[in-house]
């Protein structure tokens, strides 16, 4: 599958240095992002959003039309829209509907007369609100530049500069019906769900998250079609990396968390959650405004009920708010989080557990009532088990998790995990694989156990490195040094030099 753009219908990256694992497991990874977000494509909705109507036998019938038929059909609908010199009235009315009958269908084609200038201007006319159109004429060419922008970004860009952005503000308004609403916010979730560059543009034309909240202040209570676009529209508004400006989308963090605490529509939590997502991959000061409005119960509750529509969101959204500070990780802790990530562990999904171990990394990778907290689960044996069975990637991410361990735990943890967890034959198993990502946090790990066993020796001995050359380990490491990685080089030799060679010196 190709990039994933914006989210459309028709109708920490590692910030990893050679001498720290531990910014690695605090971090988003991009690489669990996109896969991620590509299962959610595939799972939850279709690659683009475009609008159709099945029960009018118009829009099935222009599909299978011949091509030329079909073009040449389109061509006289244009010419119509045109000539026609009032743009009002039942006839005019059916004339862009059957334009926009056209625009519904699929096919690159039916795009090319509907961007002439002159035929976009006119529709661009329609949806100004002091053109003072009727709301049904309103609706259809809202329609028509909806279909265009899921598969046009010449549609998007042309739309955004005639300063199409802003008449649908200006209609989303006043008192207008719930399908105006709904045509208009689906028409806005497009433009903003198309390229990076776009979106910016669009948000520099218009300030969209000002409109949008406003409109929602100005409105009680919304059907669920409008309040689902609405989240489509949050969704593909705060989407990235590149994310937009942090200033201007942080004002959304209110309205999506109080409907997170509140909603019992689970239709409209998906895209909410997301933007959450979104608005939470960045500074420990975004993931604290998130933290302050007092989601952090809600999130373990929707862990707990494992939506299948949900969880995958939930999942991320729970570690990005684990990878900011101590005092951040356990106000999750504190609601309850460990309770279902254990459950979770065991799902059948290889990617759920892989994240799943990524967030224990992040608490792992915290202070040492923290870990503590961790040793005191059913989480240690259940990851054990994984390492021994489950597929590479969750294993290299356990892996992760053990070497962040020997950070800050302290010295009676540092035993357990080397005596009860057997870190260090676990590290030691893997050291004939070739991918430094696993290789580096193994080396560092063996490096943290080893400065806090040097204050176990007696005689000179280090307990941990003597038990690492009881298990002929030692070949295994000298082996290292000739991967082609200089990081890895590095990291062995420091081991080698600053602990064997010392100890035999001594």
Sequence with gaps: MGEVRGFKMNRKDAQEEPSSVIDHVKSKREQYRVSIRKERLFDEIDSKRFKRVPIEEEEDENDKLPEDVRTLRLQQIVTEFLASPHAEG????????????????????????????????????????????????????????????????????????????????????????????????????????DEFELRDLALTKADIVEGLLQFIEDNESFPLTVLRNIMWVTCNLTRGPPYPSYGRTRHLIPFLCEYLRNAKKDLILP?????????????????????????????????????????VPTIRLSGHLLSGSDGQTQILLDAGLLGPLEQLLDSAKSLIRREVVWMISNVLAGNHRQIQ?????????????????????????????????????????????????????????????????????????????????STLSEDGVNPYVSLVESLNALKALEHVQFHPDGEVYEGVYKLIEGFFLAESRN
Excluded at 282 to 293: A, R, S
Excluded at 439 to 445: A, E, M, R, S, W
Aim: with cysteine; net charge negative; aromatic share 10%.
């Design 90 to 193: 039942k006839e005019f009315l059916s004339i862009v509907r059957r334009l926009r009958s056209m625009s519904s269908c699929k096919f690159k084609t039916i795009a090319e007369p509907l961007l002439r200038e002159e035929v976009f201007n006119r529709l661009m006319e329609i949806i100004t609100p002091a053109y003072n159109q009727e709301e049904l004429l309103q609706h259809e060419a809202a329609w028509i530049f909806t279909n265009l922008c899921s598969t046009e970004s010449r549609a998007v860009e042309l739309f955004i500069e005639k300063g199409g952005v802003q008449r649908l503000l200006q209609l989303l308004k006043g008192k207008r019906s719930p399908a105006l609403y709904e045509q208009v916010l689906w028409c806005l979730s497009n433009i903003l769900g």
């Design 271 to 311: 895209e909410l959650i997301w933007s959450l997502v979104h608005l939470s991959d960045g500074h420990d000061h975004q993931i604290q405004e998130i933290l302050d409005t007092g989601i952090a119960e809600r999130v373990v509750e929707l862990l707990y009920g494992r939506d299948p529509g949900l969880l």
């Design 373 to 453: 907290a961790v040793f005191d689960t059913g989480i240690p044996k259940k990851m054990l088990n994984l390492l021994e069975y489950d597929d590479y990637t969750v294993q290299r991410e356990i892996i992760y998790a053990l070497s962040a361990a020997t950070y800050y735990a302290t010295l009676d943890q540092i035993e357990i995990l080397v005596h009860k967890w057997r870190v260090l034959e676990h590290f030691i198993s893997r050291l004939e694989y070739e991918d430094k990502k696993i290789l580096l946090p193994i080396l560092k790990g063996m490096e943290n156990i080893f400065q806090r066993g």
